[in-house]
């Protein structure tokens, strides 16, 4: 079982910054690849950005490429999303995931294992 934890969502005006938090925990939460994923209201939840296993390697989908950066903190066992230049089409319920995988970051929901409780992120105009 591993538990995900988000925080740091709230509300920016077009153009600010946020940064999220997910604290991981659980006897086998090391063996997991972690990432974001967001649901805006009436649309599909979606990728946003990942991290291999490893942290080595980080994956974004093309609409946050160049705004939005994933790192983590092995100490902490924390994983974090830096939004840049926000916008209003960002706005969103933001969830942590973290995947059983042994390379890369599954793009894709049903190939996640578990889910955060979301953290709402509003972008003005």
């Known amino acids: 079982q591993v538990q995900l934890v988000e925080s740091g969502g709230g509300l920016v005006q077009a153009g600010g910054s946020l940064r999220l938090s997910c604290a991981a925990s659980?006897?086998?939460?090391?063996?997991?690849?972690l990432g974001w994923f967001r649901q805006a209201p009436g649309k599909e939840r979606e990728f946003v950005a990942g991290?291999?296993?490893?942290?080595?390697?980080?994956y974004y989908a093309d609409s946050v490429q160049g705004r939005f950066t994933i790192s983590g903190d092995n100490a902490k066992n924390t994983v974090y999303l830096q939004m840049s230049s926000l916008k209003p089409e960002d706005t969103a319920v933001y969830y942590c995931?973290?995947?059983?995988?042994?390379?890369?970051?599954?793009?894709?929901?049903?190939?996640?294992?578990?889910w955060g409780q979301g953290t709402q992120v509003t972008v003005s105009s």
């Open positions: 995931a973290a995947a059983l995988v042994f390379q890369g970051f599954p793009r894709a929901v049903g190939n996640v294992n578990y």
């Open positions: 991290l291999s296993r490893s942290g080595l390697s980080t």
């Open positions: 659980g006897r086998t939460f090391s063996s997991y690849a």
